[in-house]
């Protein structure tokens, strides 16, 4: 499963699923995952990679900006 908000992923990740995200590498979104625990290369990939590597593809955004 492929996330672009690091809260709906993180609460994913938290019970038990299999999350990767894919977001703008060393972009500040990039840092404030790997601060949250996320793994370069294991759970967190670019967005193209994370797109190639997921099984169901979710693209959230905040309500800001809907």
Do not use: C, Y
Request: proline share 2%; no cysteine.
């Amino acid at each position: 499963m492929l996330m672009a908000r690091h809260g709906q992923g993180l609460n994913l990740r938290d019970n038990g699923m299999n999350v990767i995200i894919g977001v703008r590498k060393n972009g500040t979104s990039w840092n404030q995952a790997v601060e949250d625990g996320w793994v370069p290369g294991k759970n967190l990939f670019e967005i193209e990679e994370a797109i190639k590597k997921g099984t169901i593809i979710m693209n959230l955004l905040s309500v800001f900006h809907q």
